[in-house]
């Protein structure tokens, strides 16, 4: 396997100015597996410049032009399927058959964006005048700054580079220094693809540094930001010198809500996927439950059960296991924080709250998948997102309190509802604070659908057309011709 990777500035795959290096990590066995370019100011600098320069001639060319190396990079990606999502499990932790998921969809997200180049749609407004024609285009905002997670460090970078690109901007990428590699790779595809050079760069290194620069850089006009409410708010600050456009997908505590005429079995299958997916590391994941009393016994009793049948691994050398590790011993223990916190203040752990036993276990930051009951709204874990595989389950007594608990909090990103009946779904829906509603399933963020955040779960959107909107800026050109 390769073990050495480089940074992509102005065409080319170079080294930090520094000459330094960062070292990756397998949180499966905790070895080192590559060494990454540690860039710097300089660096990220450069990669700005090379931006700027082609700034214009990339947003000129036609959409259509720009579609047909978006094409190209997502068949690229298809054929380097197998060698991305290895490099994406290695680093990352998540099962092999997952990483695969993960960066197809990454290559349907370009071929979407790639067709969205036939409805980057201007109007035409009437006047009050004969001699007067008032013409709304849209045009690209200029040099983009994108910063993905580690999560999902393939497909919610490319959530950003696909709609930046066919608008015509030109792009400067930061992936998270846990995951580098797969988007390190991911972009060789774009080369290959023949993307024009300095169109697409990519600067390797710590959010303090590299990270700081993109945001405060007048070079960069859009920060599109996928990561910790935190960090957010940092980002939004520091851009507001120079009153950058913003696109920010932020913190979940996403709910859970079950009524007593839900269909519990697909109910516990879908909360028990949601809850538990990528180790709970997600920012839609369901960080609290709320199931009415009538079921909650049954209902209980079947989470747990489903629970326990999730099997734990190393995801490359168990490609069918459901889980592997989680991304750090910091995220372990963060996590378990929020389980001592909750026990603490009387909660009660049905299955998991522990590291599993074993010796393929030992060395990677493994946790069981950990169903907590008897909680409320004094604990941390019903407060704060955990971003760890737990489940909290609040048995509650009617709709109207469960609402009111889903909304007490500061986020805002997806809510998830199980009911039969259609009036009290959409009643349900339309009083969550959230920017999705799933009813009856937990299908997450999707290519063709509007994904955001309320309250401090973020700003701006991301996917769908709506997301392409993010990186174009309206003009107004009103005509006087004169007749």
Not at 87 to 109: F, M, S, V, W
Not at 396 to 406: P, S, T, W
Not at 454 to 478: A, N
Request: aromatic letters at 6%; charged letters at 25%; one cysteine or more.
């Amino acid at each position: 396997m390769q073990n050495k990777f480089c940074m992509l500035i102005d065409g080319k795959w170079v080294e930090a100015e520094s000459e330094e290096n960062f070292e990756v990590i397998n949180p499966a066995t905790s070895k080192v597996i590559a060494k990454v370019p540690a860039g710097g100011r300089e660096d990220v600098r450069k990669a700005l410049k090379a931006a700027e320069r082609v700034f214009k001639e990339w947003g000129n060319l036609p959409p259509v032009q720009r579609a047909k190396f978006m094409h190209k990079a997502a068949n690229s990606i298809r054929k380097h399927e197998e060698e991305i999502s290895r490099l994406l499990t290695q680093e990352q932790g998540k099962p092999l058959l997952e990483a695969r998921g993960e960066i197809r969809g990454a290559a349907d997200a370009i071929d979407y964006y790639a067709e969205e180049a036939h409805r980057i749609l201007g109007e035409v407004i009437p006047t009050n005048s004969a001699k007067q024609h008032s013409l709304v285009i849209k045009q690209p905002i200029g040099v983009v700054a994108a910063i993905g997670p580690w999560n999902y460090p393939v497909s919610l970078l490319i959530w950003k580079l696909a709609p930046a690109l066919i608008a015509g901007c030109t792009v400067v990428a930061k992936p998270a220094s846990y995951t580098p590699l797969s988007a390190i790779r991911t972009f060789e595809c774009f080369v290959e693809a023949g993307i024009p050079v300095g169109v697409l760069n990519l600067v390797t290194g710590p959010g303090s540094i590299v990270g700081d620069e993109l945001v405060k850089n007048p070079a960069a006009k859009k920060i599109a930001f996928t990561g910790e409410t935190h960090t957010g708010k940092e980002i939004m600050s520091k851009a507001g010198t120079n009153l950058k456009r913003l696109s920010l997908e932020l913190g979940g505590s996403c709910p859970l809500i079950v009524c007593e005429d839900a269909d519990l079995e697909s109910a516990v299958k879908g909360g028990v996927y949601r809850s538990f997916r990528n180790m709970g590391q997600v920012c839609n994941s369901i960080n609290r439950i709320y199931v009415d009393k009538a079921v909650a016994s049954r209902f209980i009793e079947m989470f747990v059960e489903e629970t326990k049948r999730l099997k734990i691994g190393n995801g490359l050398k168990e490609p069918e296991v459901d889980l592997g590790p989680m991304i750090t011993d910091e995220q372990r223990k963060h996590t378990e924080e929020h389980i001592k916190d909750a026990i603490s203040k009387g909660a009660r752990v049905l299955c998991g709250g522990k590291e599993p036993e074993g010796e393929k276990f030992k060395r990677g930051f493994f946790f069981e998948p950990t169903v907590l009951t008897e909680v409320n709204h004094a604990m941390l874990i019903m407060q704060e997102e955990t971003f760890g595989p737990v489940a909290p389950i609040m048995v509650v007594n009617d709709m109207e309190e469960v609402v009111k608990l889903a909304n007490d909090t500061r986020y805002g990103l997806v809510s998830y509802v199980y009911t039969k009946d259609l009036k009290r779904a959409i009643s349900i829906a339309e009083s969550l604070e959230c920017g999705t509603v799933d009813i009856n399933n937990v299908s997450g963020g999707e290519v063709p659908y509007p994904y955001g955040g309320w309250k401090e779960s973020g700003l701006g959107l991301e996917l769908s057309h709506y997301g392409l909107e993010e990186y174009l800026e309206v003009k107004h050109i009103r005509v006087d011709i004169g007749r």
